[in-house]
């Protein structure tokens, strides 16, 4: 018999008749078991990753988050190219993109008539541009999917925090929703209230967002007009926030949550069994701030760190939304392009070719025909393996062709019928000998799994391990890791940038601060947090005299337990170490849970020797405070 008609029969002999005395005649569909996705959530899945887009007043005021008192007359790129955005994202494997219409300086980037404080007002094509409908139309001619970003907060409008308000944001949810085609995705960022410029009225405003914005209502308004457009974050809404911006995925991250508000660590992890279907999205910036900086030339992550990102995000089940801020010009900087062409064509090779084609797949238990072992290996993802409803711990196994060597294993789970395996081993037969490869729990839309090292068994198997009914599993797929081509790392050239390099901690209140000047956002000055009354203090000599127009402060995107960036910062400045004047103070905003650089302006540029950095809190309550690094900038030329 040759090897072909040896693997035909197996194929469709062996799986179906394993343990025939339970698994015959049992060829109906399983029920389903617990949540389940709907129809717009399950076409979201399969997306996996797409692009953030963060382009605004900001890119052009170089700040983070806008005070909504900008004059419109600053936006104003100079060379917009939204096909060289989107053929970008697209080299970099993304499948949408979703655009910040409205940031919380409340700057609008379409030419709406609700406000004045909009594109209409710009210098850009003399009012009449619309950037909003020019990304839209540049995305479907890439054959990419649309979404758009609408911040609630608006740090502009007099009314906000008031009724007139919230129907003053249902109207612009109206137009984005109807004048820019089939949307995938309408994204509600968490920020709500706080300081402001408010029509002139400079005050403070706290709401209680869900009451205010009575998200039931935004989401179904949403879903009145774009019926398949998953919303972003609040209870109620299709997709949930990860719990941070790190673009970590818990290990798990089930895609189910409680009926309650949204908590931050159920965020990340998720919760078995959970009532609801809330999976997450893991957003991240291609660089350490969400807005384009010069000064961030130099530390776009690399096309290795993107693929880590993809096994942390899209590996662990959820959805990769990747941040691309275009520069003053409107377009990406080179660095950025070429990144993610070398992610992008390093991802495209490994995934083109399922080395388990071709292989034999057996199972200790079948439910029938319709649900044979055979059916992992089909590429599709509406068939599935699955075995009689008493079996939930079964073990598949592939008999693999001679030869094929990987190093990553793709499982997928049958979402409409629910998460129903809670823990999985995979082991291979190499030289003989079973062998442990990988223990996890959750499979759920997808699950990858990295080997230390390429290997090349005779045969592959998964064993269930615990579950919370008979299994329906649609692909179990192989992976070998094609390396991305390099890129040259950027110099910075931001002449308004002070390097470190000189600078030397003079005096700390804990050891390890020389953490804050070694340009690594991967390494932290850490330490209890602060009591009462006695605060964490750094000082800093910066090796010469300069005159400074600001500081930056990069908090630690770290995962580290029960510990938190700082509330807020006092700096003073000196010219001998001695004798010293306070030149800021204030509140990091949203710090905590944005982790993004906070470039902070002084109220005037100052010239200093030293600086002495003082942090009395933790952003949220927290055990330790952590830093990655300090830095300053000069004034800009001709703003002495």
């Known amino acids: 018999m040759t090897e072909v008609s040896r693997r035909l029969l197996l194929a469709s002999g062996l799986a179906a008749t394993a343990t025939p005395a339970i698994g015959a005649g049992r060829d109906t569909a399983p029920k389903p078991w617990g949540a389940t996705p709907s129809k717009r959530q399950l076409a979201w899945h399969a997306r996996e990753q797409y692009a953030f887009v963060h382009f605004s007043i900001n890119t052009f005021t170089d700040r983070e988050w806008g ?165 972003f974050d609040p209870l109620g809404a299709d997709l949930r926030w990860v719990g941070n911006e790190d673009g970590v995925a818990g290990d798990p991250c089930w895609p189910t949550m409680p009926n309650h508000p949204y908590v931050q660590s159920e965020g990340n992890s998720g919760v078995r069994g959970a009532p609801l279907w809330w999976p997450a999205e893991t957003d991240v910036s291609i660089r350490p701030g969400w807005f384009y900086h010069a000064d961030e030339d130099s530390k776009v992550k690399t096309p290795a760190r993107l693929i880590k990102l993809h096994d942390e995000s899209v590996g662990r089940g959820t959805n990769l939304n990747l941040n691309l801020p275009p520069d003053r010009r409107g377009r990406l900087a080179d660095i950025d392009v070429e990144t993610l062409k070398s992610f992008g064509t390093a991802q495209a090779a490994t995934f083109a070719t399922d080395l388990a084609k071709g292989a034999v797949a ?52 049958y979402l409409p019928l629910g998460i129903r395996v809670t823990r999985f081993a995979i082991d291979a037969e190499i030289n003989g000998r079973w062998e442990k490869l990988a223990e996890h729990s959750g499979i759920g839309p997808q699950r990858i799994v990295r080997l230390e090292k390429p290997i090349a068994p005779r045969r592959l198997r998964l064993r269930i391990l615990e579950g919370t009914a008979c299994p329906a599993i649609s692909e179990v797929a192989l992976f070998r890791q ?31 601060a020389k953490a804050l000047l070694d340009d690594d956002s991967a390494t932290a000055w850490t330490m209890p947090a602060p009591a009462p009354g006695i605060p964490a203090s750094v000082t800093i000599d910066l090796g010469a005299t300069e005159t400074l127009a600001g500081f930056v402060l990069i908090p630690s995107r770290a995962v580290m337990a029960k510990t938190a960036p700082p509330k807020g910062y006092r700096v003073e400045a000196s010219a001998d170490g001695k004798t010293w004047q306070d030149i800021a103070k204030g509140e990091l905003p949203n710090i905590a849970y944005a982790l993004a650089a906070q470039r902070i302006a002084f109220a005037r540029p100052t010239a200093a020797r ?27 030329p001709g703003a002495l």
């Open 362 to 413: 057996s199972a200790t238990h079948v439910r029938g025909k319709t649900y044979a072992a055979s059916t992992v290996l089909d590429g599709n993802r509406d068939t599935y393996w699955s075995t009689p409803d008493a079996i939930t711990t079964p073990t598949l196994t592939l008999d693999l062709p001679p030869g094929r060597s990987f190093d990553l294993i793709r499982l997928r789970e």
């Open 67 to 231: 005070y909504g008192d900008e004059d419109p007359k600053l936006f104003d790129p100079t060379d917009f190219s939204p096909d060289q955005i989107v053929a970008a994202a697209k080299a970099g494997g993304m499948r949408g993109i979703i655009l910040t219409a409205k940031h919380h300086d409340g700057f609008c980037l379409w030419p709406t008539m609700l406000t004045e404080h909009c594109i209409r007002n710009s210098p850009y094509k003399d009012g009449k541009g619309d950037i909003v409908g020019e990304m839209e139309r540049a995305t479907r001619r890439a054959g990419l999917d649309f979404g758009l970003y609408l911040s609630p907060w608006d740090r502009n409008h007099a009314e906000y925090g008031r009724p007139a308000y919230v129907e003053y944001f249902r109207k612009q949810v109206v137009e984005l929703c109807t004048r820019y085609g089939t949307l995938f995705e309408f994204w509600f960022d968490g920020a709500n209230g706080g300081d402001g410029y408010y029509g002139g009225a400079r005050d403070t405003r706290k709401i209680d967002a869900p009451k205010y914005y009575n998200w039931p209502s935004i989401v179904a308004l949403v879903h009145q007009h774009q019926p398949m457009a998953c919303t």
């Open 482 to 512: 094609v390396a991305p081509a390099p890129v040259a790392p950027v110099r910075n050239t931001d002449t308004t940038t002070v390097v470190t390099s000189r600078w030397s901690i003079v005096t700390a209140t804990a050891p390890g």
């Open 610 to 636: 030293y600086l002495r950095f003082s942090f009395a809190e933790t952003a949220i309550p927290a055990q330790r405070l952590a830093i990655a690094g300090l830095g300053a900038f000069r004034p800009k």
